[in-house]
Structures are given as C-alpha cells and as structure tokens.
C-alpha cells in the first residue's frame, strides 16, 4: 500500500435498487445483488488505499451496503452523510451535491446509467468513475472496481488530475413545453413513445416509438444507443448528437433490428437517420440540445 498526501476524499455513491427492474422478467436481464454491490464497494476502497487515497464520504441506504463493504476495515476515514432519504433518485441528487461541497475529488458510482443521470442533476461537471450495477447501461462501465478504486485514489492523491485522464460526456438537455414542468437531462437517450408507461417500467412496444435523440451511439450497446450504434455509431468523444425517427415497420424502406433490451430484439422501422451537432436544439415536443461544456466527465 502507497501511503500518500492526505488529498481530498473520494465520493462513493451505491444505488440499493440498480439491477432490479422488471427487465429481467420481460427480458433476459441479471441481477445484481446486495452482496454483489457490497463487494464491489470493498475492492473499491482497497484499491484507493493501495494508491494512498484513505477519506471518503458516503451515504447512508436502507440495505447498508456500504457499511457491510467496510466493517472489517481500519484503515479508512468515512464521512457519513446526514440526509434524509426519500428512497428516490433525488437521495443521489442531494448525496451527490453533498459530496460536491465537501470537496470530493471524484465520486465513484454504483449503478446504471440512471443513477449516474441523478448524479449529474446534482453536480453538472462531476468527475465520475461510473460502474455499471445496472441492467442495460451505455455510459456506466464495466470494469474491475478495484482498478477504479486505485483511479480514484491517483485523482484524491493528486497523482495526476481529471483533465489529462478524463473527457467530456455529451448530455441531451430537456425543456418540457409545459411551463409547470422542470428542465431535465439525459446522459445516453431522450426517447418519445405514443405510450403512457414509463419506459424503464416496461420494455418500449416498437409500435409506440415515435423518435429518439442519442447522446450515444455505439453498436457493442443495448437499447436504442445500440440501435443507434447499428445505424450511425458516434465515435467515443464525439460532440454530436444522433436523430432517429420512427415510423410503421411495414410503411418504412430502412427497418434496423436491434437490442433493445438484454437478450431482446425488436424491428424498428426508420423515417429518418440524422446527426446534430453540439447546441443543436430540436422540438418533438420537447427540446434537446448538447452542451459543449457542461457534462459529467468520464474518469
């Protein structure tokens, strides 16, 4: 173990609910367990310690996942948050912007591409280590969390700093027409369905996709970033965006079938296909733009 400078702590957050959702009944979707992500938890503190990070700042979960990762451990300093948990995304939002004020240098977080979105509503240039507990992600990572660990401990440390290993995220930003209704982002995709289901609670009926813009398109992905992936992947850093326009399979010259879930395949038929760039607003009937600057950043 390198016994470093004292630095600036380490933010960890642990979504209890990540890998759980009703795609593994509807599709072929695993599970993530508590013991899993607690173990994911413990290879990543060791792995800060052995690069001389000891501090870290941490939340409280109904699962006590963090505390059973570090119980047997003495020779870490843990900052325990005092929030009050709703048991909704916004513990990560509030969590998050906690760890912000107490001068985290980077938050490692465990779950999908949804809770790192929360993340990023509660610090919009969060330097991240994004590990994936989640179902079908696109931006979380899968990596050896004890490598992540020591990447975050190098960052605490200040062995080496974020704008030399990390880069931007291209992020959709989402203004609802109606005035009652406040701006929004996403970190892969921004999807409108014909459909009164919330899409991450039940498998999209292609039938109802009416368009998607992607922040994402890479074909090795699942969801519409990987249907978008098998149209016109977006090479790892770039700006721009990606349109996809849906319409009836049997009505449409251009039908991609891709993996919209685990283990899952649909036909989708395409109206159109068309990049836009950074800054580049659109209404379907919402507006979604990218930010050159203001995104999370992938450490």
């Not at 959702?21 to 413990?42: F, S």
């Not at 696109?138 to 990390?166: I, K, M, N, Q, S």
């Not at 978008?228 to 721009?240: H, K, R, W």
Request: glycine residues 10%; negative net charge.
């Amino acid at each position: 173990m390198v016994d470093g400078p004292p630095g600036r702590p380490i933010g960890i957050v642990v979504n209890p609910r990540s890998g759980t959702d009703v795609r593994r009944a509807v599709a072929a979707a695993g599970t993530v367990t508590v013991e899993d992500k607690a173990n994911v938890v413990r290879r990543v503190v060791r792995g800060a310690r052995e690069a001389g990070a000891s501090r870290f700042v941490v939340h409280h979960d109904p699962h006590r996942i963090v505390r059973r990762a570090t119980e047997t451990m003495r020779d870490v300093d843990l900052s325990w948050l005092d929030l009050d948990l709703t048991f909704t995304e916004e513990d990560t939002v509030a969590a998050v912007r906690a760890m912000r004020e107490a001068g985290c240098a980077v938050v490692v977080v465990l779950g999908g591409d949804g809770t790192n979105r929360a993340a990023a509503r509660g610090w919009p240039d969060l330097p991240v280590i994004p590990l994936s507990t989640g179902t079908n992600n696109a931006f979380a990572l899968l990596v050896e969390p004890t490598v992540a660990g020591a990447a975050a401990g190098y960052l605490a440390t200040g062995r080496c700093v974020v704008a030399d290993v990390a880069r931007p995220a291209t992020v959709i930003r989402v203004t609802p027409a109606g005035a009652d209704q406040p701006d929004d982002l996403a970190l892969v995709d921004a999807v409108a369905v014909d459909d009164p289901y919330v899409g991450s609670f039940e498998l999209f009926d292609p039938s109802t996709v009416r368009v998607a813009v992607l922040a994402r398109s890479d074909p090795t992905a699942v969801g519409f970033a990987g249907v978008g992936g098998l149209v016109e992947p977006l090479e790892p850093g770039c700006a721009d965006g990606l349109l996809l326009r849906f319409g009836p399979v049997e009505q449409c010259d251009r039908v991609v079938r891709g993996p919209t879930a685990p283990g899952h395949y649909d036909d989708l038929g395409l109206v159109e296909v068309r990049r836009l760039a950074p800054e580049r607003a659109w209404r379907w009937p919402v507006r979604c733009s990218w930010p050159s600057t203001e995104s999370g950043s992938v450490a």
